[in-house]
């Protein structure tokens, strides 16, 4: 199998597909907020946000692009990976890199997890308004580069749940130009 099918671009709710781990778009204090951030601890319950909070007490706050495991609770899945998307224009020379950390630092937790599929949102496109095409282009390059080299992960789903970023994400992964 090579790298590129190994990346499946699905409309749908992150919260209703299973696969091994989940990547959750969080903020950096972990307590939950809007967007899917919310979505995942109303559908995986109470157990998630403790060890949030257990994380927050030893490490203070996850840095942006950063990555920190939890339970899933009662979500399809046996772990979220919070990571912290950058806030658009707020680092405007390091948001590129930023994001693409998202991506390679959630893989590679899920490699050492020993997860096979994992499913991640369209990261920072929501409340944090990166721009969608780009943030597209991000991450799926850093996507393809992880999997190019590791042999954990199978399965790495995009959900998007926006048809925006869904029509986006099918054309930049076949590769066409429009
Ligand atoms: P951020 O703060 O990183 O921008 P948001 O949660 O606001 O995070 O948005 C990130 C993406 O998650 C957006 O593209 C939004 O459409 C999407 N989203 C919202 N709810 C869900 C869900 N239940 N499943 C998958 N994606 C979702």
Do not use: W
Not at 36 to 49: E, K, Q, Y
Not at 154 to 163: I, M, Q, R, T, W
């Amino acid at each position: 199998m090579n790298s590129s099918n190994k990346i499946e671009v699905v409309k749908g709710d992150i919260t209703k597909i299973e696969v091994d781990a989940i990547v959750n778009a969080a903020n950096s204090s972990l307590m939950g907020g809007g967007g899917v951030d919310g979505a995942i601890h109303r559908a995986g319950g109470p157990s998630i946000l403790e060890e949030c909070e257990t994380i927050i007490q030893k490490i203070g706050k996850l840095p942006t692009g950063e990555v920190a495991a939890t339970n899933a609770g009662n979500l399809p899945a046996k772990y979220v990976i919070h990571t912290v998307g950058p806030i658009y224009g707020r680092n405007p020379e390091k948001e590129n890199e930023l994001l693409a950390n998202c991506y390679s630092n959630a893989l590679k937790l899920a490699s050492e997890l020993n997860c096979r599929i994992v499913s991640f949102p369209n990261i920072s496109t929501g409340i944090y308004h990166f721009p969608k095409t780009t943030a597209a282009k991000i991450s799926l390059a850093a996507i393809r580069e992880f999997i190019a080299k590791n042999k954990t992960i199978e399965k790495v789903l995009l959900v998007c749940y926006d048809s925006e970023n869904y029509e986006i994400l099918k054309t930049e992964i076949s590769g066409k130009i429009y």
